[in-house]
């Protein structure tokens, strides 16, 4: 069976920066699942919005539902957006994503 034993990786010496990388990986597949399920939502938003903006009349000048399906379409695409870009974020790790999941210890924190 292929299972990851956290375990048995540090006891054969996986560094801390290793370390850092899988978590900052597996979260970043987090992100890009998290973004895919949020995909599958998008049809259905839209099919609504159309739905709302084919039955707008000339003469209203409000129309609560259009409005309502073209804010949630677009917090839908700009969520999207920003899931993306933070999982390339995360898969690259960084120096700053380091320090997120592993910040730098004092001197004093080593030594006691």
């Known amino acids: 069976m292929a299972r990851i034993d956290l375990t048995a990786a540090l ?3 996986m560094s801390k920066k290793q ?3 899988v978590v900052s990986r597996a979260f970043a597949l987090l992100l890009i699942t998290w973004a895919l399920v949020e995909v ?13 903006l084919n039955l707008r009349c000339a003469l209203a000048t409000y129309d ?3 409005r ?3 804010i949630l379409t677009f917090s839908s695409v700009v969520r999207m957006i920003a899931l993306v ?14 320090t997120l999941f592993s910040p730098p210890q004092d001197d004093r924190e080593l030594s006691a």
């Open 40 to 52: 599958t939502y998008l049809p259905d938003r839209l099919f609504a919005l159309i739905h709302h």
């Open 19 to 21: 370390l850092v990388l």
């Open 11 to 13: 006891e054969n010496h």
């Open 64 to 66: 609560y539902w259009s």
């Open 85 to 98: 870009l933070a999982a390339a974020l995360f898969w690259r790790c960084g120096p700053r994503v380091e």
């Open 68 to 70: 309502y399906y073209l």
